[in-house]
């Protein structure tokens, strides 16, 4: 990819790394480019440190003059404003949790360089509401069903019967006797199936390990290939 400059974008803040003293690396899911790579100077000022606190994970930024020279290296951007506070989701373990968790999911889901504004723009949805709703338990959830439609991933049709389940390496439907990790249960398959299109199923508990796990799982399957999320760990200890 040659030198990049852009007037404006969209930024969803993944994941930050320190770099030196006053510097980070900031990974970053930009409307127009995909998921890449930024070098933000940190400061040690109290007004610095004020900025910092902005690149918290699925921060929502209105970006200007992000640029690079030449086709490789670190991005820069001239600046990055909030376009939403979020202080629900950063003061609130549980919004904050999802917001680990689905930022990882992001970073180790889709490639590099690779623009995806369709998602950009659902993920910002959806952390306005992680923010705004008082019930954050399922936001998550909601969010990968809805996801797997607008990848083009969801079943065109309801299961044909109550014993057919979802096979996650095919996503064809089948007869599914015993759930295991390639295989969505016949009750967790009416559940995707029926929030993929937008309706209401009531989930907790195991059902809601069940479609997080098996989504990630299979979305991933799709695109990119299976990778851990050890944000999960923290999320399932919040829901269990």
């Known amino acids: 990819m040659a030198s990049i400059n852009l007037d404006e974008d969209r930024l969803i803040v993944l994941s930050s790394t320190v770099h030196g003293d006053d510097s980070s690396i900031v990974r970053v899911f930009s409307r127009a480019l995909g998921v890449v790579p930024i070098w933000v100077k940190m400061g040690k000022t109290r007004r610095a440190r004020g900025e910092g ?7 929502l930024l209105d970006a200007r003059g ?23 989701l950063t003061t609130d373990v549980r919004r904050s949790a999802v917001a680990f968790f689905l930022a990882e999911f992001l970073w180790k889901t889709f490639p590099e360089e690779a623009a995806h504004p369709e998602v950009v723009d659902w993920t910002w949805r959806w952390v306005v509401e992680l923010d705004a709703t008082p019930h954050p338990a399922n936001v998550h959830v909601r969010y990968l069903a809805g ?15 109550a014993a057919h389940g979802l096979d996650l390496t095919t996503g ?13 249960s016949p009750l967790g398959t009416q559940a995707f199936y029926t929030l993929s299109q937008g309706g209401e199923f009531p ?6 390990r069940e479609l997080v796990l098996g989504l990630v799982h299979y979305i ?5 290939g299976v990778r851990t999320l050890k944000s999960y760990e923290v999320l399932e200890a919040i829901f269990h």
Do not use: I
């Not at 996801?147 to 065109?156: I, M, R, V």
């Open 53 to 59: 606190a902005k690149w918290h994970p699925l921060a």
């Open 66 to 88: 992000l640029h690079r020279k030449g086709s490789e290296g670190l991005f820069r951007v001239r600046t990055a404003d909030r376009a939403h506070r979020l202080d629900a």
């Open 147 to 161: 996801l797997t439609a607008l990848l083009g991933l969801a079943p065109a049709f309801p299961p044909p019967s």
């Open 172 to 184: 064809e439907y089948m007869p599914v006797d015993t759930p295991d990790e390639t295989h969505m």
């Open 203 to 208: 989930v907790n508990g195991g059902m809601r």
């Open 220 to 224: 991933q399957l799709q695109l990119s």
